[in-house]
């Protein structure tokens, strides 16, 4: 079995893509997990490069560099936590729930995390939170307050703050105007 690290990985259609472009490609997968494919059975007529190739086509890339596969999966983590609804339990912090995941001291993710993508985990989190609120908000089916609670916030006022700081408006100017949402791949 090899495990290949894979960057670009950020939903479930990211995981069907990837296994339906690997697949053609005659390799045989296993587990998927956003930012990692287990590789079953890999036929000696397929090149790394091929499957490089294939899945930069689908704007993907295979990952090399250990250390920047585990900012990958840091980062898939926080996705699945905030987008899609695979939460850590209420008792854990952020910081417990990546050590008891990834196996790796906080300390050494979060520096790790910072050198490799010049921002802090708590900023990446925050951004990934606002990019759902502007998903939720113009939905139009929860209230805002809702949303806040809904993303792990302890109230309106400090969700406000952070949704502003980073959307340059409030939540209630973006539901009036919903412009600026980013790629969750982006951020």
């Given at each position: 079995?090899t495990?290949?690290?894979?960057?670009g990985?950020?939903c479930?259609r990211?995981?069907?893509?990837?296994?339906?472009?690997?697949?053609?490609?005659?390799?045989?997968?296993?587990?998927i997990?956003?930012?990692r494919?287990?590789?079953?059975?890999w036929?000696?007529?397929?090149?790394?490069?091929?499957?490089?190739?294939?899945?930069?086509?689908e704007?993907?890339?295979l990952?090399?560099d250990?250390?920047?596969?585990?900012?990958e999966?840091?980062?898939?983590?926080?996705?699945?936590?905030?987008?899609?609804?695979q939460?850590r339990?209420e008792h854990?912090n952020?910081?417990?729930?990546?050590?008891?995941?990834l196996g790796?001291d906080?300390?050494y993710?979060?520096?790790?995390f910072?050198?490799?993508t010049?921002?802090?985990?708590?900023?990446f989190?925050?951004a990934?939170?606002?990019?759902?609120?502007?998903?939720l908000?113009?939905?139009g089916?929860?209230?805002?307050s809702d949303i806040?609670?809904?993303?792990g916030?302890?109230?309106?006022p400090?969700?406000?703050?952070?949704?502003?700081?980073l959307?340059?408006?409030?939540p209630a100017q973006?539901?009036?105007?919903?412009?600026g949402r980013q790629?969750?791949d982006?951020?």
């Amino acid at each position: 079995m090899t495990e290949l690290p894979i960057k670009g990985m950020v939903c479930d259609r990211c995981r069907r893509t990837v296994e339906r472009d690997l697949n053609q490609l005659g390799l045989t997968t296993g587990a998927i997990d956003l930012g990692r494919v287990e590789i079953l059975n890999w036929p000696e007529s397929v090149s790394r490069d091929m499957v490089r190739t294939a899945l930069q086509a689908e704007g993907f890339d295979l990952i090399e560099d250990p250390k920047a596969s585990l900012v990958e999966q840091i980062k898939g983590l926080l996705v699945n936590e905030v987008h899609h609804a695979q939460k850590r339990p209420e008792h854990q912090n952020v910081s417990d729930f990546l050590r008891h995941k990834l196996g790796y001291d906080y300390s050494y993710l979060s520096q790790l995390f910072s050198t490799q993508t010049g921002t802090t985990i708590e900023r990446f989190l925050i951004a990934q939170k606002v990019e759902r609120a502007k998903e939720l908000l113009q939905d139009g089916e929860q209230s805002i307050s809702d949303i806040a609670f809904e993303l792990g916030y302890s109230s309106v006022p400090h969700f406000t703050s952070q949704f502003r700081n980073l959307a340059g408006r409030t939540p209630a100017q973006f539901r009036k105007s919903p412009t600026g949402r980013q790629t969750l791949d982006t951020l």
